[in-house]
């Protein structure tokens, strides 16, 4: 069946580091591909998404680009700070359902 | 206008205890999924529902498990005579139907610790 595997945690960076997330899927078909964020004690929210290869999502200073040939969708950002720690969920959907990978924790230090 | 409301947020019951999950959805979103978190995993599907209707309950576990969303009051996950493996932190999402099709509004999900 589908899945999806990210890049294990926790990430720990200073503020203003380049931020890289790695998400990598299987589907049969062309799914779209979603990152949602989990900031501490609450639910999670989209981030961003693309739903065909070569897309670029991009929200916040956040990007990420759909990769049929390498079938990717790596989370990146420039200059992360403090408030973007959080717990980053990587998805593709399945029809009417996502398929989560089991999520990466960042912490920015100051 | 507030997201999806989940309660209770934390609950503990007691082996073959049953819990109750509440989920209200979005306003205008006729849509409600259930997704459970297990220790050190990722988000599994559980069940989709439209109002009065399961559409997919193709993750949900056979036995024990239930869940229905009334045509009026919040959706609710039912698990019967629960075990330490239930323990988990359930999430609900909602959607406005097809058209919102995978952008799913996720509560803040309500953890069950079972003793």
Redesign the interface.
């Known amino acids: 069946g589908d899945s ?1 595997t990210q890049m294990e945690g926790p990430v720990t960076l200073s503020e203003e580091a380049f931020l890289t997330i790695n998400c990598t899927y299987t589907a049969t078909g062309y799914p ?1 591909l ?1 990152w ?1 964020v989990q900031y501490p ?6 981030l961003l ?1 693309a739903t065909k290869a070569d897309d670029k999502g991009s929200n916040k200073g956040f990007e990420a680009t759909y990769r049929k040939e390498t079938t990717s969708f790596h989370l990146e950002k420039g200059s992360v700070q403090v408030s973007d720690s959080a717990v980053y ?1 990587c998805a593709l ?1 399945d ?9 990466t924790k960042l912490t920015v230090n100051p | 206008n507030a997201g999806v409301m989940q309660n209770p947020r934390h609950l503990v019951r007691r082996r073959g205890q049953e819990a109750r999950l509440r989920c209200s959805p979005m306003k205008g979103h006729s849509h409600v999924y259930w997704y459970r978190q297990l220790p050190e995993e990722g988000l599994k599907f559980m069940v989709y529902l439209q109002k009065e209707n399961i559409i997919d309950e193709s993750g949900m576990p056979k036995e024990r498990f239930s869940a229905e969303f009334p045509k009026e009051g919040p959706s609710i996950l039912r698990i019967q005579q629960v075990v330490r493996g239930d323990s988990a932190a359930y999430f609900c999402a909602s959607s406005p139907g097809l058209a919102g099709a995978n952008v799913l509004t996720f509560g803040a999900g309500s953890r069950l610790t079972v003793l």
């Open positions: 999806v779209s979603f949602y004690g609450e639910g999670l929210q989209l998404k969920f959907g029809g009417e359902k996502l398929v989560f990978g089991k999520g």
